[in-house]
């Protein structure tokens, strides 16, 4: 049973596209995250939300939304896609927003030709 | 807002041999601390963490770092590295941002390659 989940796994499109990648978590935790790491695999935490309420958003663009129909799902929405968007992104969860550990899907490989 | 530094961007090493990867921490009253493992192609696991009592903190797969105040310091250890322990490494820092709401800051990484 795969605790998070994230699909596709590999994404390839062209600039310009919208494209949404889903993350699901079976845990029961009440917070969800979104990371992007670039290819330097430096990581850097996106936005958070905690029992479907937005509670961090770093400086991302506003192409990015992070969409939560429920707290067991985050899904993220990214219109225009551009050059710079190629990265892994990674969802996780934890039981809260405290210091609890945070586990990690395996990652989404997007690649903008 | 709190950062690390890992000091070693690149660290090989011989199988069987012991392995220390360095983590600075920035200052701070309280501090939580942890370190997470990425193997080839999947997601990030927790190793160990750090959040109060015991300035030794043992993870799993034989690792174990220490946690130093005065020195600012978290660093990671194995006394005997095996050929899987080839991952990229994290320290990262919690970071509070609400009142029950923390966000994890994560160091540059260190990619550690056993040899055989």
């Known amino acids: 049973d795969t605790a998070v989940s994230q699909t596709p796994k590999y994404l390839v499109t062209q600039m310009g596209n919208d494209k949404s990648i889903k993350c699901e978590q079976n845990?029961?935790?009440?917070?969800m995250y979104w990371y992007k790491q670039d290819s330097k695999k430096f990581l850097k935490i996106m936005f958070s939300y905690n029992n479907k309420e937005l509670i961090i958003n770093e400086t991302v663009p506003n192409r990015f939304s992070p969409k939560s129909p429920d707290k067991a799902h985050l899904n993220l929405h990214i219109n225009s896609l551009e050059l710079g968007d190629s990265a892994v992104y990674f969802c996780?969860?934890?039981?809260?927003?405290?210091?609890?550990?945070?586990?990690f899907g395996d990652g989404t490989r997007l690649s903008i030709l | 807002a709190q950062s690390v530094t890992q000091l070693d961007s690149q660290v090989p090493v011989f199988e069987e041999a012991p392995v220390e990867l360095r983590c600075n921490y920035s200052s701070s009253v309280s501090v939580y601390l942890f370190w997470y493992v990425q193997y080839p192609n999947q997601g990030l696991q927790l190793l160990l963490k750090y959040l109060s009592g015991s300035t030794l903190v043992k993870g799993i797969n034989g690792f174990e770092a220490e946690f130093n105040k005065s020195q600012t310091s978290f660093h990671l250890r194995k006394p005997s590295v095996h050929i899987s322990d080839t991952a990229e490494y994290f320290c990262?820092?919690?970071?509070?941002?609400?009142?029950?709401?923390?966000?994890?800051?994560f160091g540059a990484g260190t990619t550690v390659t056993v040899r055989a």
């Open positions: 845990l029961g935790h009440d917070t």
């Open positions: 990262a820092v919690s970071d509070q941002v609400g009142t029950n709401d923390y966000k994890l800051s």
């Open positions: 996780a969860s934890s039981q809260d927003g405290s210091n609890q550990p945070q586990h």
